[in-house]
T-cell receptor
Framework: QKEVEQDPGPLSVPEGAIVSLNCTYS??????FMWYRQYSRKGPELLMY????GNKEDGRFTAQVDKSSKYISLFIRDSQPSDSATYLC????????????FGKGTMLLVSP | DVKVTQSSRYLVKRTGEKVFLECVQD?????MFWYRQDPGLGLRLIYF???????EKGDIPEGYSVSREKKERFSLILESASTNQTSMYLC?????????????????FGAGSRLTVL
């Protein structure tokens, strides 16, 4: 079983749709969860950061963590063509000397 | 407003050549990382460094080495390039552990260096 599973997509939606992106993981010790957005031919950039279980909202973006199910989600409301990118989930054990484990990324295409 | 700079965006090299990929960050970050990104395989960690002159192997260090002589600069070296090293290489940096709950985990990436080995 892979440590972090993420559907590669592509996920195609019309402008204005609500988008749900998800990752599952196997290591119950993960505590810090992140979503990175990567535009074509660019490096990833941090979008959302959460600690342990719960929700976090930032504008049109909501990150959810369900540690009991080992499942994290990113919701995008009122999606825009500018949201078209690859979304990578990432997680780590703690804030010390541990490196991030990334999902392989989901490509999102938002059509006007 | 560039924070992590990778000097070469596109490189074409021949098999057996020695290749240097340079990365400079201007955020005074202690931690620096080199990843490669391939379709279907995602991001894979090659090497990382928590301090000057310090290095740690990541998940796929074979065929690579690194150098960190100054805090702001982290170089990836391919001693003898091979075709299976054709990839996108991404450099990243972060604050040290102990810098609050998020510092060490929040990576700032460069724009990437696309290397083709013929």
């Amino acid at each position: 079983q892979k440590e972090v599973e993420q559907d590669p997509g592509p996920l195609s939606v019309p402008e204005g749709a609500i988008v749900s992106l998800n990752c599952t993981y196997s290591n119950s010790a993960f505590q810090y969860f992140m979503w990175y957005r990567q535009y074509s031919r660019k490096g990833p950039e941090l979008l959302m950061y959460t600690y342990s279980s719960g929700n976090k909202e930032d504008g049109r973006f909501t990150a959810q963590v369900d540690k009991s199910s080992k499942y994290i989600s990113l919701f995008i409301r009122d999606s825009q063509p500018s949201d078209s990118a690859t979304y990578l989930c990432a997680m780590t054990l703690n804030s010390g000397y541990s490196t991030l484990t990334f999902g392989k990324g989901t490509m999102l295409l938002v059509s006007p | 407003d560039v924070k992590v700079t990778q000097s070469s965006r596109y490189l074409v090299k021949r098999t057996g050549e020695k290749v240097f990929l340079e990365c400079v960050q201007d955020m005074d970050h202690e931690n620096m990382f080199w990843y490669r990104q391939d379709p279907g395989l995602g991001l894979r960690l090659i090497y990382f460094s928590y301090d000057v002159k310090m290095k740690e192997k990541g998940d796929i260090p074979e065929g690579y080495s690194v150098s960190r002589e100054k805090k702001e600069r982290f170089s990836l070296i391919l001693e003898s390039a091979s075709t299976n090293q054709t990839s996108m290489y991404l450099c990243a940096s972060s604050l040290p552990s102990g810098t609050g709950s998020s510092g060490a985990n929040v990576l700032t990436f460069g724009a990437g260096s696309r290397l083709t080995v013929l």
